[in-house]
């Protein structure tokens, strides 16, 4: 059964949440190449190569992850990875990436999308998530310290784009119940 959600950004659009289909691969692609051109505070940068269907199968299999879509264009997506599910030790943590395109942004959906984050962890017994930020990043900086996460460190010089080295912060957000 398909779990689909509605959700209503501030300026009135209607967004369908839900969990990605094999048949969903030339949407996501074509939203990750947009995104390529709108950011460069996400890995996806222009040019990628798409991911065969075999891959992209893989990927999304291999994580916890929501689209976002307007009608059939994919505008955002939440993604969830738990660290080594099979490990005593390791088994609750879980890393996220967050994102959409630059027309919806400043409209409540990081918001929806941290609910969405915590709702998950929650439910899988995750004591620990974590991520990583680009330090000029402010809109998202301020979205994961609206939502409790706390900046541990800085990675100094970890990401070369167009000529110049980025610093990246380490966030993370313990949860107490866990
Ligand atoms: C970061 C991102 C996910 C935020 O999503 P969003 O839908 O725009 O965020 P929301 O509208 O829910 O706003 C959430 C909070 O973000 C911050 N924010 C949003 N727009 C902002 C702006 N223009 N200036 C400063 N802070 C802003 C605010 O703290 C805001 O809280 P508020 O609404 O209570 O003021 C989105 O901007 C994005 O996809 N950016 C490009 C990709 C990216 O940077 N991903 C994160 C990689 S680590």
């Known amino acids: 059964m398909e779990i689909m959600e509605n959700f209503s950004l501030k300026d009135g659009r209607e967004i369908v949440l839900r969990f990605p289909k094999l048949s969903d691969y030339e949407a996501v692609q074509a939203y990750l190449e947009q995104l390529a051109t709108e950011t460069i505070f996400t890995n996806q940068y222009p040019g990628k190569p798409r991911p065969t269907q075999e891959e992209f199968e893989k990927a999304i299999s291999n994580c916890w992850m929501k689209l976002a879509l307007e009608g059939n264009k994919v505008v955002g997506l939440l993604s969830i990875h738990p660290?080594?599910?099979?490990?005593?030790?390791?088994?609750?943590?879980?890393s996220f990436g967050v994102h959409m395109l630059e027309a919806y942004h400043h409209n409540g959906l990081g918001h929806h999308f941290m609910e969405m984050l915590e709702?998950?962890?929650?439910?899988?017994?995750?004591?620990?998530?974590?991520?990583?930020?680009r330090h000029q990043n402010v809109n998202a900086i301020a979205l994961y310290l609206k939502h409790g996460f706390l900046i541990e460190g800085m990675k100094k010089e970890c990401a070369y784009i167009n000529g110049v080295w980025h610093n990246e912060y380490m966030i993370a957000k313990i949860l107490e119940a866990a």
């Open 119 to 133: 709702q998950y962890a929650k439910e899988h017994k995750m004591h620990r998530i974590e991520g990583t930020v």
């Open 83 to 94: 660290h080594k599910p099979n490990h005593p030790w390791l088994n609750k943590t879980c």
